[in-house]
């Protein structure tokens, strides 16, 4: 990994079109700007790791499928009788 | 949402985690509440239950950042469909839906991809019913 040092306000540049600013520094936490062309798509990295656990573990299984089924046919019913008490 | 029923969508690499796999198709589960299965054509063990954000959440909102639009050539709101999808939980009232990372997709041309919401305060395993015991 290539490894830079950078003072606030300082700038990296990749590749001619996408720029890396250190726009503040503030204690253990610095803040970044990035300017890169409009089709780079720019995430926090542990978001990133939380949302494919997030796919990962809702990923359909015969056992998921049975409980959406039991709950629609449950809902169902719960339906039906409130239909019937109106109806009383 | 129903103009996607049996539809094959391609979302290109952009589901996180699974980037192998790219066309998929819509099955209807439940025609009330809305349930989907967004099915991988390419692996049939690779599936998802997913819903429209907006028939739990109905305050739900995001900006679309130009990157998505220009990607997927959005022209107008009409064009998009919005999916989230659905972890399935013990009981079943538990289970959650993914608010961070939609699933966007321009109705006209099927292309979609799964998006992360930089800076949200929705969460990723937000509750499914946040305020009735399984909705019933």
Known sequence: M????????????????????ITAIEGDQVKIGIQAPRE????????????????????????????LKEWVQSRKKTDKNKNIIRKL | MNVLINKKLDLGDSIFGFTEFRYFRVEEMDDEAGFLLLQSEENESVGFIVVSPFHFYQDYEFKLNDEVIAGLQIEKPDDVAVFTIVTINQPFSRSTINLVAPIVINIKT???RQVILNDTSYLIHSALFPTTEGGI
């Open chain 1, 2 to 21: 290539l490894i830079l040092s950078r003072k606030r306000g300082q700038t990296i540049v990749i590749n001619q079109n996408i720029e890396i600013v």
């Open chain 1, 40 to 67: 780079y798509s720019i995430v926090r990295k542990e978001v990133m790791e939380d949302v494919k656990a997030s796919n990962r573990k809702a990923i359909s299984t015969s056992t998921s499928m049975k409980d």
């Open chain 2, 110 to 112: 099927g292309h979609g």
